[in-house]
């Protein structure tokens, strides 16, 4: 992120992520019961609120830089509704920006470089990795949350894009983090 300034703008997410992350260091240091579950979750909590936060601040940081680009405002749409597959059909992201699917589909990739099935795709596996290597989620599961038709489907499409299936790459990454 090319943004100045700091990520956490929102002054109450800031006091509640000094909470979490006071709370994530008890967890850690005290052998509770369920820790690695609310330390799991206290990850994902933080996670979201910083990506909250990035998503305001490139918001509002570009809107004011230049009101015509909506190349952002597309990305924070598809990234608020990545896990409806409805909302981020080409169709429905030109309908909600008011713009045909072809002028959406042109700008969207002209300030890109990437075609918008490409990167919601890539966003997608994006998240897919983050659950791989932070969750205990069955790849069914996380299948499943971010819309893949199965197991499977998530499977060949990871491993076009990364060589590798999801299993194979939950593994190589705990293998690395038992180091």
């Known amino acids: 992120n090319k943004i100045k300034g700091d990520i956490i703008v929102n002054e109450k997410d800031k006091l ?53 680009n909506i190349v952002h405002d597309i990305i924070y749409y598809i990234q608020e509704h990545i896990y409806d597959k409805e909302l981020i059909t080409v169709v429905q992201i030109a309908l909600h920006f008011n713009k045909s699917k072809d002028y959406i589909s042109i700008y969207f990739k002209k300030h890109t470089k990437s075609s918008l099935k490409e990167y919601i795709i890539q966003y997608k596996l994006n998240l897919v990795q983050t659950r791989l290597i932070y969750s205990d989620l069955t790849i069914s599961e996380i299948a499943y949350e971010l819309n893949f038709t199965d197991e499977s489907h998530l499977n060949k499409t990871f491993r076009k894009m990364y060589g590798q299936t999801a299993n194979q790459y939950r593994k190589l990454e705990r293998d690395k983090k038992s180091y």
Request: hydrophobic share 40%.
């Open 16 to 68: 509640f992520i000094q909470i979490l992350v006071d709370q994530l260091i008890f967890e850690k240091k005290n052998e509770q019961p369920m820790r690695d579950s609310i330390l799991q979750s206290i990850v994902f909590l933080l996670l979201n609120l910083i990506g909250r936060n990035i998503q305001q601040n490139l918001s509002g940081s570009l809107n004011g830089r230049n009101p015509r």
